[in-house]
């Protein structure tokens, strides 16, 4: 199982927001040795939200050779020219190491602040995915379709590689999800608190079919889990006390869920969950470290990722 480190966006209590705590947790991730680091995206969130696509570009210099992901990249809201344009600088200047995960987003207010109607999210969606590879991938003929259309866009300059960066699609499991993923992507990007690794592995399993049905290798096609809150303590009061004041805080989302599916703990509560996403399909997990981010970075690579079994 490979492992990313997505960068403190999300103000949980007490983050910084400085470039000087982004660029240390990034070359902290690379010397550890993790193999990408990532971002996610909401323009407007109960808590401050740092920009994603900024914070990646503003840490390039750090990142050693550790892709670059986002985890997801709101296609829709953004707009899949500005979005695809700022895609392009990140992997021109990182010489190509970014992977675009893209999804529609789950909150309707991210649409509301660009005034577009949230029940129109998929659609849009469908034709956001395609755009965004037209405009990123030098071979593909221009999408023209009803929301959008890049017939005679040209955006430059062009990536170090024709074939684009690969374009990972975003969904919770659904049955319309994995239809989407099977046809529109490069592999499948899932989240953390929106599922477990019962549903995962039946999403992974209906994945297989739909892929086999386009033509697509089923044994190459990458598949990830991002969104993955943690905190790391042997320190039971600690751990509720982070739970309570720092995530319940920030996410609406029922109690029993959060404290059910994210490693919130000792060590080896975090490798058991891990151990089990790997058991049902997951090759990559990015954790993200709701509280202490660099000290976590370190303990989660001394502590759970030894213990982590497939």
Not at 60 to 72: N, P, V
Not at 104 to 128: H, I, K, M, T
Request: overall charge negative.
């Amino acid at each position: 199982m490979k492992f990313g480190a997505h960068l403190p966006l999300m103000d949980f209590g007490g983050n910084p927001f400085t470039l000087s705590h982004l660029t240390r947790f990034t070359q902290t991730a690379a010397d550890l040795g993790f193999d990408a680091v990532s971002v996610n995206d909401h323009l407007v969130f109960s808590v401050p939200w740092l920009d994603g696509p900024t914070a990646l570009a503003a840490v390039l210099e750090r990142s050693g050779d550790m892709t670059l992901a986002t985890t997801i990249a709101l296609g829709v809201v953004r707009g899949p020219v500005p979005l695809a344009k700022t895609l392009s600088a990140i992997d021109v200047l990182s010489g190509g190491r970014l992977v675009v995960g893209i999804g529609p987003g789950s909150s309707a207010q991210d649409y509301e602040a660009v005034g577009l109607d949230f029940a129109e999210r998929w659609p849009r969606f469908d034709e956001a995915i395609q755009a965004v590879r037209a405009l990123l991938q030098a071979d593909e003929a221009p999408f023209i379709g009803r929301f959008h259309s890049t017939d005679g866009i040209d955006l430059q300059p062009r990536l170090r590689r024709s074939d684009g960066p690969p374009i990972w699609v975003g969904s919770w499991g659904s049955d319309a999800g994995m239809r989407r993923v099977a046809r529109l992507g490069d592999g499948w990007l899932a989240s953390a608190y929106n599922t477990t690794p019962e549903i995962y592995a039946q999403a992974c399993e209906s994945l297989r079919a739909l892929l086999s049905a386009q033509g697509k290798d089923v044994d190459t096609f990458p598949k990830a889990l991002a969104t993955m809150w943690c905190y790391i303590t042997d320190d039971r009061a600690e751990a509720e006390r982070v739970v309570r004041e720092r995530l319940i805080k920030a996410v609406h989302r029922p109690e029993d869920v959060l404290r059910e599916r994210l490693p919130i703990g000792p060590p080896e509560l975090f490798a058991e969950k891990l151990t089990a996403y790997a058991r049902a399909g997951v090759e990559q997990v990015f954790i993200w470290p709701i509280a202490d981010e660099v000290h976590q970075l370190e303990l989660f690579w001394d502590k759970v990722r030894p213990l982590v079994t497939s």
